[in-house]
């Protein structure tokens, strides 16, 4: 067993840790509100606008030449852009993220994949993985703004009208509540038209028509779709890392009872070997 002192430095230092575990869990509580808050204000405006192009893609003209980010090609390079966070600390939802990306690259039968990489742990797996990795964007703020996804919706949109992949999709996290993180891969183009009957109306009335609205809402959805993905992904971030801090926090107390536990039942084991020498040494003499 070991001694009383080294018992009493490790338990100083599962302290220090929790010190530093709990201080961790409050800054990301701090941050998780107001990135919640940004998630969820982001979701009708990003809802309401896939609806609304998926519903003006179903209604333009057969005899039209259809918007370049509309068109479904056979896919033979397929693009995933990944939005990972750039710090660990957060349980499971990295391996989350990962793990279904690397699933949908092995689904991707016979179909070449081409990555960027929003976030460092998703960068290090795709590299590691051998995957190619077309670009890099690290170093995202906790609270960003639109200019943080441009380029990559420059790069997307660039990609798919060059045809240069056939199809674009996002692996994300996305935020469900606070102590629920769900890893999605969702399809961002071509955008998928809905399916509206020959007489269904939707009730949108266009100036000057279909075609000068998809010219220019498409490129904006992009941007918004992206922006909405990564604020998602921040969300889950930060409340994933606020829990697993949390629970280290408590393993770290519970550790501590614990070793204090073991560390008294060494004092009294030393204090009564002690108390047995001292009377055996009395009998001898006596």
Do not use: C
Request: no cysteine.
């Amino acid at each position: 067993m070991a001694s009383v002192r080294q018992i009493r430095r490790r338990i100083r230092s599962v302290e220090n840790t929790a010190k530093i575990t709990k201080a961790m869990s409050m800054i990301a509580a701090s941050k998780m509100r107001r990135t919640q808050e940004s998630a969820l204000r982001g979701r009708p405006y990003s809802d309401l606008m896939q609806t609304l192009l998926a519903h003006l893609a179903a209604q333009t003209q057969d005899d039209e030449e259809h918007h370049p980010l509309l068109m479904e090609r056979p896919r033979r390079n397929v693009g995933l852009v990944v939005i990972s966070p750039d710090r660990g600390l957060t349980g499971g939802l990295n391996s989350n993220i990962n793990r279904a990306a690397g699933q949908f690259v092995v689904d991707q039968q016979g179909a070449g994949v081409k990555v960027i990489a929003m976030g460092k742990k998703g960068r290090d797996f795709m590299v590691r993985t051998g995957q190619d990795v077309q670009a890099v964007f690290t170093d995202i703020p906790d609270r960003p703004g639109l200019d943080v996804v441009t380029p990559v919706a420059r790069m997307v949109i660039d990609s798919f009208t060059n045809e240069d992949v056939d199809a674009v999709f996002v692996a994300y996290a996305d935020f469900v509540n606070t102590t629920m993180q769900r890893p999605t891969v969702a399809q961002l183009l071509p955008v998928v038209p809905a399916e509206l009957e020959a007489t269904q109306a939707v009730g949108y009335i266009y100036e000057p028509d279909e075609r000068p609205v998809l010219d220019a809402l498409l490129p904006r959805y992009v941007e918004m779709q992206l922006y909405h993905y990564l604020l998602e992904g921040i969300a889950s971030e930060q409340s994933a890392r606020m829990v697993a801090m949390r629970n280290a926090t408590d393993n770290a107390n519970e550790m501590v009872e614990d070793l204090t536990l073991v560390m008294n039942k060494a004092r009294q084991e030393t204090i009564t070997k002690e108390l047995l020498d001292i009377v055996g040494g009395v009998a001898a003499v006596e």
